[in-house]
T-cell receptor, first 112, second 116 residues
Framework: AQSVAQPEDQVNVAEGNPLTVKCTYSVSGNPYLFWYVQYPNRGLQFLLKYITGDNLVKGSYGFEAEFNKSQTSFHLKKPSALVSDSALYFCAVSTNAGKSTFGDGTTLTVKP | ETGVTQSPTHLIKTRGQQVTLRCSSQSGHNTVSWYQQALGQGPQFIFQYYREEENGRGNFPPRFSGLQFPNYSSELNVNALELDDSALYLC???????????????FGQGTRLTVV
């Protein structure tokens, strides 16, 4: 069975500081990893994905994520946070079997 | 905006009733997935349809069923509604089955179902 863990329910950072939102996963076979963001009363929006290749993936709005196979992690990062980055972030894993598993989400709050 | 539209946006049903939720996929997408998102939780995968056939299912009972039409729009049907079915139901379309190749999902804004 595949699973995703987002160990922090809440992450608080000051505007301009770097941010990290953590994600670890468990899956049989090669993982396809995704980050999505959800704003209030909106559906999920795709941020970035890791399929294969470079371990550092760059995505939308200045976000990036680092794939670490030995630690089975896929942490989301941004060098300088903005207040507008405040939202709910979900990590997800998929396989060739077509099933997607999402974490329970991390609420990011960026304070001015 | 993703181009994925869901209807209705809100719905209230009585326990034991049946409900049909609808989703229009983004142009060019042949795969649709449905998710249930309870309050404070991540989306839970219900099932995925690829070219009108079910292609993967999560841990949901048979009273959750779906259809995908030739134009790749989709329906989620839930029979014998229970109070615990109250949730946000999300539809997502993709160019191919998620997890196959270079494919991410594009989500609609969801249907908020309340069962009373």
């Amino acid at each position: 069975a595949q699973s995703v863990a987002q160990p922090e329910d809440q992450v608080n950072v000051a505007e301009g500081n770097p941010l990290t939102v953590k994600c670890t996963y468990s899956v049989s076979g090669n993982p396809y990893l995704f980050w999505y963001v959800q704003y209030p009363n909106r559906g999920l929006q795709f941020l970035l994905k890791y399929i294969t290749g470079d371990n550092l993936v760059k995505g939308s709005y200045g976000f990036e994520a680092e794939f670490n196979k030995s630690q089975t992690s896929f942490h989301l990062k941004k060098p300088s946070a903005l207040v507008s980055d405040s939202a709910l972030y979900f990590c997800a894993v998929s396989t060739n079997a077509g099933k997607s598993t999402f974490g329970d989400g991390t609420t990011l709050t960026v304070k001015p | 905006e993703t181009g994925v539209t869901q209807s209705p946006t809100h719905l209230i049903k009585t326990r034991g009733q049946q409900v049909t939720l609808r989703c229009s996929s983004q142009s060019g997408h042949n795969t649709v997935s449905w998710y249930q998102q309870a309050l404070g939780q991540g989306p839970q995968f219900i099932f995925q349809y690829y070219r009108e056939e079910e292609n993967g299912r999560g841990n949901f009972p048979p009273r959750f069923s779906g259809l995908q039409f030739p134009n790749y729009s989709s329906e989620l049907n839930v029979n014998a509604l229970e109070l615990d079915d109250s949730a946000l139901y999300l539809c997502a379309s993709s160019r191919d089955r998620v997890g196959v190749g270079n494919t991410e999902a594009f989500f609609g804004q969801g249907t908020r179902l309340t069962v009373v």
